[in-house]
């Protein structure tokens, strides 16, 4: 089994390399392939400027074999050649931007299938922001005001991005709507990857992550540990 890298926003920048330093040791080091998935940029025609950038960080924390990807959309999503590609990668990196436009473009894609292999293979699959938000069972859509279907590569819980910023409000809202599930909220500049031991996760970064249940909260800063059984990969 591999590993999941959950990032709050701000990616690119800062204290965020610490986590995505750290992914890319898990993923196998310098000359392990880093895919960029820049299909959650599309709408608003960042996708290409946005996957340079992407690029840019992973080489300068010392990456040589990053590439971003022509994924912007279901069609592309389907096109073997990207599948493919993807399945050769260690680390595939989702980009923050529109959430239900990701997921719309790799729900029940080969690409997606691909992202599964990469993580059942003990490689990493991550994402910063709405690139994160996708890979729950569930998501929330701050556009819309609905739910809808993830990823599936976490399961039980939904994430809550630029948790120290806006992402916050969203936590009434969501209490609302899932009071039985577990709401992950993550700082900006900071990540969370399932690399401590007995499963649990670690906390790298600038800010946080919090844990709100249905009747308390609870916080973790940067180098803490969250038990393995609060966040679940159901992926076998």
Not at 50 to 61: H, P
Request: proline residues 6%; contains cysteine.
């Amino acid at each position: 089994m591999g590993y999941l890298l959950l990032e709050g926003g701000a990616e690119f920048g800062g204290e965020m390399a610490a986590a995505d330093r750290r992914a890319l040791d898990l993923a196998g080091g310098d000359e392990a392939p880093v895919d960029i998935v820049p299909a959650a940029a599309a709408p608003d025609g960042n996708h290409e400027r946005a996957g340079r950038r992407g690029v840019m960080w992973f080489q300068g924390l010392g990456a040589r074999k990053v590439v971003s990807r022509p994924l912007i959309d279901e069609a592309s999503a389907r096109r073997p050649e990207i599948a493919d590609a993807l399945c050769r990668s260690r680390l595939v990196y989702l980009l923050g931007g529109f959430p239900a436009h990701l997921a719309a473009s790799l729900l029940d894609t080969p690409c997606q299938d691909s992202m599964l292999s990469v993580v059942k293979t003990g490689g990493v699959v991550g994402g910063s922001s709405a690139g994160a938000m996708v890979l729950c069972d569930t998501f929330y859509d701050p556009k819309t005001d609905r739910l809808r279907k993830g990823l599936g590569l976490l399961s039980g819980a939904v994430i809550i991005p630029h948790h120290d910023t806006y992402g916050s409000r969203w936590v009434g809202r969501l209490r609302d709507m899932l009071p039985d599930v577990l709401l992950l909220g993550i700082d900006e500049e900071t990540g969370l990857i399932n690399d401590a031991p007995g499963g649990g996760w670690t906390v790298y970064g600038k800010g946080g992550a919090t844990l709100h249940g249905r009747s308390q909260r609870r916080c973790y800063a940067a180098g803490k540990r969250i038990p393995g059984d609060k966040l679940q990969m159901p992926v076998g």
